[in-house]
């Protein structure tokens, strides 16, 4: 079982940026998909997630009305649309599937992991 993140890069202030993260191994139907972000010294923390039934989306304030998450079960895969990109944006973003969950902040609810992809926003 495997997440496999992608569509990083480094671009300027106000850009946009799409990550997917793909699922493989197994189907990611019954599981809520998030997207957290760490910055150098810091902490992993949320950014997006959709429940497991699709049913809600969630979103950090800091990007609220700026980035959108969305997932494509016939393709096992998720995505994070990322507009108006701010330099305070860059981190590596992960992406994280959690089994019939609600969306949760909480990294420790996540069981499946992608590996990274890096953001960065510079002008």
């Known amino acids: 079982v495997q997440l496999q993140a992608s569509g990083g890069g480094s671009v300027r202030p106000g850009s946009s940026l799409r990550l997917t993260c793909q699922g493989s191994g197994q189907s990611f139907s019954d599981y809520a998909r998030a997207w957290f972000r760490q910055a150098p010294g810091k902490e992993r923390e949320f950014v997006a997630a959709v429940t497991w039934t699709a049913a809600g989306t969630l979103y950090d304030d800091s990007v609220k009305g700026r980035f959108t998450i969305a997932r494509d079960n016939r393709k096992n895969a998720w995505y994070l649309q990322m507009n108006g990109l701010r330099p305070e944006d860059t981190a590596v973003y992960y992406c994280?599937?959690?089994?019939?969950?609600?969306?949760?902040?909480?990294?420790?609810?996540?069981?499946?992991w992608g590996q990274g992809t890096q953001v960065t926003v510079s002008s």
């Open positions: 994280a599937a959690d089994f019939k969950g609600l969306g949760s902040r909480d990294v420790r609810r996540y069981k499946y």
